[in-house]
């Protein structure tokens, strides 16, 4: 790990400015990620500013019957509460479905959503890649491709988005807020919160330089059975090969999100009006632009055959 300097910040203002003004300096919260991107030099922040002190933790409700999660809120505090574990049943599922429970207990709502890409390509320093060395070529193209994303690509990157949870904020509307250094405010749809590659895959999210989110809303709850169904390689500790995130209702209508799928939580919204057809009707039209590897191709079937056991799921509930 490179030598760094460190603050801690007073104010999400002040720490929004102090990132900005600042050449190579990045935000530090609970560093599930980052530190271990750090260790590997695949991030080399020459200044951290530390954000744990700025009162982000709490839980409250919103005027319109919704709840507002503070930015520096647990993933254990956040799938333990009360009123998600009532109202949101698949943002609960889905953080459970992540990490340790030691890792639960330092990652932030905010930084589960700003995770980076597990691709073994973006890891290995000794491979060209694109998300993390602008213009170098992307090794997973024509490489091993079993884990990575099977639509929404592009030429410069075929990386998947990691998270569990930002696959449920997905199908529950979400809305990330920010800051930026000036103290201006803005909150940002949780469907335009994540970029797909382009030719700019080294950008994983819409945020300006030195913006910090402070909250993430969740609009009032919709009821419905919800169901987080993740498809990995082995028990615990693993990352999705393929996730859905379902709120289905009595009369089979419902949404739904998936994960493992694509450089962003994956979601048409065009397409659940299939939704009391089947799995079948709707993965045919969510995965109709797929392009597939052959290491990959499995993905599509799977994702059908997930979302066809969690409208099961639901029908026997």
Same mark, same amino acid.
């Given at each position: 790990m490179r030598s760094f300097t460190y603050t801690r910040a007073t104010t999400p203002s002040e720490a929004a400015a102090e990132v900005a003004g600042m050449p190579g300096a990045m935000f530090l919260a609970g560093g599930t990620n980052l530190l271990d991107l750090m260790k590997l030099e695949i991030e080399t922040p020459t200044h951290l500013v530390d954000v744990q002190d700025l009162k982000l933790d709490r839980i409250e409700k919103t005027d319109d019957g919704g709840l507002r999660i503070g930015? *520096? /809120? !647990?993933?254990?505090a956040l799938s333990a509460d009360e009123r998600v574990r009532r109202d949101y049943g698949v943002l609960t599922r889905a953080i459970q479905a992540g990490a340790s429970g030691q890792l639960r207990n330092k990652a932030t709502t905010a930084g589960n959503l700003l995770q980076r890409t597990r691709c073994p390509? @973006?890891?290995?320093?000794?491979?060209?890649?694109?998300? $993390?060395?602008?213009?170098?070529g992307c090794a997973a193209i024509g490489g091993y491709s079993r884990q990575l994303a099977v639509i929404g690509t592009s030429d410069a990157c075929i990386a998947t988005y990691p998270g569990d949870m930002g696959v449920a904020m997905r199908v529950l509307d979400a809305t990330v807020e920010t800051v930026n250094p000036q103290g201006r405010t803005r909150a940002i749809p949780i469907a335009d919160f994540h970029r797909l590659p382009g030719d700019a895959p080294d950008r994983d999210n819409v945020l300006a330089r030195g913006e910090l989110i402070t909250a993430v809303t969740l609009p009032r709850p919709i009821g419905g059975h919800h169901v987080y169904r993740k498809v990995r390689d082995r028990a615990s500790y693993a990352f999705a090969l393929v996730s859905v995130a379902a709120v289905i209702q009595k009369d089979g209508s419902g949404r739904v999100a998936f994960g493992g799928v694509a450089p962003k939580p994956w979601r048409i919204e065009a397409a659940e009006a299939a939704m009391p057809q089947g799995a079948?009707?709707?993965?045919?039209? /969510? @995965?109709?632009?797929?392009?597939?590897?052959?290491? !990959? +191709? @499995?993905?599509?079937? *799977?994702?059908? $055959?997930?979302?066809? !056991? +969690?409208?099961s799921e639901a029908k026997a509930a």
């Amino acid at each position: 790990m490179r030598s760094f300097t460190y603050t801690r910040a007073t104010t999400p203002s002040e720490a929004a400015a102090e990132v900005a003004g600042m050449p190579g300096a990045m935000f530090l919260a609970g560093g599930t990620n980052l530190l271990d991107l750090m260790k590997l030099e695949i991030e080399t922040p020459t200044h951290l500013v530390d954000v744990q002190d700025l009162k982000l933790d709490r839980i409250e409700k919103t005027d319109d019957g919704g709840l507002r999660i503070g930015a *520096l /809120v !647990s993933n254990t505090a956040l799938s333990a509460d009360e009123r998600v574990r009532r109202d949101y049943g698949v943002l609960t599922r889905a953080i459970q479905a992540g990490a340790s429970g030691q890792l639960r207990n330092k990652a932030t709502t905010a930084g589960n959503l700003l995770q980076r890409t597990r691709c073994p390509y @973006f890891y290995d320093t000794n491979q060209p890649c694109n998300k $993390r060395k602008p213009g170098s070529g992307c090794a997973a193209i024509g490489g091993y491709s079993r884990q990575l994303a099977v639509i929404g690509t592009s030429d410069a990157c075929i990386a998947t988005y990691p998270g569990d949870m930002g696959v449920a904020m997905r199908v529950l509307d979400a809305t990330v807020e920010t800051v930026n250094p000036q103290g201006r405010t803005r909150a940002i749809p949780i469907a335009d919160f994540h970029r797909l590659p382009g030719d700019a895959p080294d950008r994983d999210n819409v945020l300006a330089r030195g913006e910090l989110i402070t909250a993430v809303t969740l609009p009032r709850p919709i009821g419905g059975h919800h169901v987080y169904r993740k498809v990995r390689d082995r028990a615990s500790y693993a990352f999705a090969l393929v996730s859905v995130a379902a709120v289905i209702q009595k009369d089979g209508s419902g949404r739904v999100a998936f994960g493992g799928v694509a450089p962003k939580p994956w979601r048409i919204e065009a397409a659940e009006a299939a939704m009391p057809q089947g799995a079948k009707a709707v993965a045919t039209q /969510v @995965f109709a632009d797929a392009k597939p590897t052959h290491d !990959s +191709a @499995f993905k599509v079937p *799977l994702a059908m $055959r997930t979302l066809a !056991s +969690a409208i099961s799921e639901a029908k026997a509930a």
